[in-house]
């Protein structure tokens, strides 16, 4: 009886189990081959579309072979337990290549679950012109395309090791015109990654998206692009149907465009990245114009420990730019150096939002009237909700123990809007060496009509090294301001690390508790207070002054926590203040080969319960014969 039951219990395991099958692709293969194993590998990206995947089934493709065209996957479902994985196999720590010249999209995934994507090199540089869904022209690396009428949940997609570069859309030789003066581009152009889900369901929903130790590089306009429906109107505000994207471990550089774009998401992690040279023009088909990174209609995004440096363009680009219709996004712990555009930008319609303990070094540079350029701004509080809209101005904002170092050839700008809803700027260090003024504007100035209509602007306790940092013109100045020299560690350096202060820093502890502005009922997410200051030390009892808190008043200035930035594969222009950099190759997923079946699949559920059978049966034959 006990052996029926037991033959029983594993017979339905059995049942279960799922035969994952590993397919392999060479370019010396047949597609007329079975594929299932490295011998009768198949040969083209194409004779994967017809696959009927199954949860835990593998595709690997040759490493150190060049694959041309496009892998499509439509409707791929992996599971929780068993995901689908497309990797490379073979020759070391190398990975395969995918050539898209010509095709939309190097990897493309249409309504995709449960699918991880690691190892893998992409380009696709020019050729004929591709449209997504028949309407823009476009190029890109990776497409994850949700087009769902039902309302289906979609993603727990994971992307690994991806090295991406030299992605456009127009062959050598384009003529953007004025395309740059425009909001996002009207022309063609290329994108490292970008994930959809517009134009769909209410209810069909992207989740669970994961980017990690990649590279992106040589690309026509964004590396890395998320788009979904969101409600541009103020009034009635409504999120997109994007949630949970994390990025992590980055290295975009080089970049047209911006480097990371997030519209319409719902939660978003974005750390330890190195987003480099950002608006680009080292290549004519770049848009060259772009922030390091910029969210709209987006909420509950945590930025933390990345470097945002040198974008450029005659708009936006700054290190981090916070667009109108965003909330709950938290920017800490970054270091933001040598941006046109400046540091902070807090456009219309934006409430709840801080920059705290980031550092800042010559941001804002940028000069109105220049080649058509706006005016880089330190500090830039907007009532800008899209073009020929009435503005809708920031509220209930916070920005607080940062430290802004500016040379002095530099001329910076500060603009706040005149019907701010709550802003807090206190305990930050203004080392502006340089003159500062006013950003031209009506919007920044109090009305001479006497109709402002800004409430509990609280500026206080903010650290200048000289009494003529922040405007006279400006309608709200600083109500306790502290003047004071400080020594950095390495003025003019470029690392975190170099604008520790040496110099005596008692005056460092006459900061303010930051608490929640009079009408705000929500703050920020995770409180106010933070435990540890921008280089990982434990911050005292006692509020204090600039991004790094101070105990004592001996300073051992800290080793710098980022690595050294790499060196761009073709030189750019030369920016002043820009640091010898050194090239880094992304490092190869130490990955064991699959292990083959005789079917070319994964039966190692199934011979384990046979055994378990056999010994049962065998054991009962024993004890019938010992009787």
């Known amino acids: 009886m006990k052996i029926a039951k037991l033959s029983t219990v594993l017979l339905l395991l059995v049942c279960k189990v799922t035969f994952a099958t590993d397919y392999y692709v060479h370019p010396n293969g047949d597609d007329n081959a079975v594929g299932t194993n490295k011998n009768s590998a198949l040969k083209t990206l194409q004779s994967l579309s017809s696959l009927s995947l199954e949860p835990g089934d593998n595709i690997y493709l040759a490493a150190g072979e060049t694959f041309y065209g496009s892998l499509k996957l439509a409707g791929a479902s992996g599971s929780e337990e068993s995901p689908i994985t497309i990797s490379s196999y073979g020759d070391g720590g190398s990975k395969a290549i995918i050539d898209a010249k010509n095709m939309l999209a190097a990897i493309e995934l249409v309504n995709p679950k449960y699918i991880n994507v690691s190892n893998i090199e992409i380009t696709a540089d020019g050729g004929t012109k591709q449209k997504y869904r028949a309407k823009n022209a ?127 998401i719902n939660g978003g ?119 020929d809209r009435p503005k809708v101005a920031p509220k209930n904002n916070y920005i607080y123990n940062n430290t802004i170092f500016v040379k002095s050839e530099q001329t910076i700008h500060f603009g706040i809007h005149n019907e701010t809803q709550g802003v807090v700027i206190a305990n930050n260090i203004f080392a502006i060496e340089g003159q500062a003024e006013i950003a031209p504007g009506s919007e920044y100035i109090a009305d001479s009509s006497g109709t402002d209509s800004y409430k509990d602007l609280i500026i206080t306790n903010n650290l200048f090294i000289h009494d003529q940092i922040w405007p006279d013109e400006m309608f709200v100045t600083d109500s306790n301001p502290i003047y004071e020299a400080v020594t950095f560690a390495n003025k003019g350096g470029n690392s975190i690390a170099d604008y520790q202060i040496t110099s005596d820093h008692t005056i460092l502890a006459s900061g303010i508790d930051i608490t929640r502005l009079p009408n705000d009922s929500y703050g920020l997410t995770g409180g106010m207070q933070l435990e540890k200051d921008i280089l990982g030390n434990t911050i005292g009892n006692h509020a204090h002054i600039g991004a790094v808190f101070y105990e004592t008043e001996e300073v051992q200035p800290a080793e710098p926590q980022l690595e050294p930035e790499p060196e761009p594969e073709q030189e750019p222009e030369a920016e002043e203040e820009s640091e010898p950099v050194s090239e880094a190759q992304p490092v190869a997923e130490s990955k064991p080969e699959p292990v083959e079946s005789s079917n070319g699949g994964s039966m190692s559920l199934f011979g384990f319960a046979f055994l378990i059978l056999l010994l049962a049966f065998k054991r009962q034959k024993m004890s019938k014969d010992d009787r």
């Open 138 to 264: 476009m190029r890109l690396g990776v497409l994850v395309d949700i087009n769902d009428a039902i309302g289906n949940t979609y993603g727990y997609l994971n992307f690994d090791n991806i090295f991406i570069h030299h992605i456009f859309s127009e062959n050598p030789g384009v003529d953007r015109g004025d395309d740059v003066a425009t909001a996002n581009g009207t022309q063609a152009y290329g994108y490292g990654v970008r994930l959809y889900n517009s134009n769909n369901h209410d209810n069909t929903v992207l989740t669970d998206v994961s980017f990690k130790n990649s590279e992106i590089h040589h690309i026509g306009h964004t590396a890395f692009k998320t788009t979904s429906n969101t409600n541009r109107k103020p009034e009635e505000r409504r999120w997109g149907n994007i949630y949970n994207v994390e990025l992590i471990d980055n290295y975009f550089h080089d970049i047209g465009g911006p480097g990371i774009q997030f519209g319409g």
């Open 269 to 387: 992690y974005v750390a330890h990245n190195r987003v480099h040279r950002t608006g680009s023009q080292i290549d004519e088909r770049m848009w060259a114009r772009g922030s390091g990174m910029w969210p709209w209609g987006a909420r509950d995004l945590l930025i933390e420990h990345n470097e945002f440096t040198d974008a450029s363009g005659p708009a936006d680009s700054a290190g981090f730019h916070i667009d109108f219709n965003c909330t709950n996004v938290i920017v800490q712990y970054n270091l933001s150096r040598n941006n046109a555009g400046g540091f902070i930008e807090i456009l219309g319609n934006n409430e709840n939002n801080t920059y705290r303990y980031n550092i800042s070094i010559n941001d804002g540079y940028r000069q109105k009237g220049i080649d058509g350029a706006q005016d880089g701004k330190v500090i830039w509080l907007s009532g800008f909700v899209g073009k």
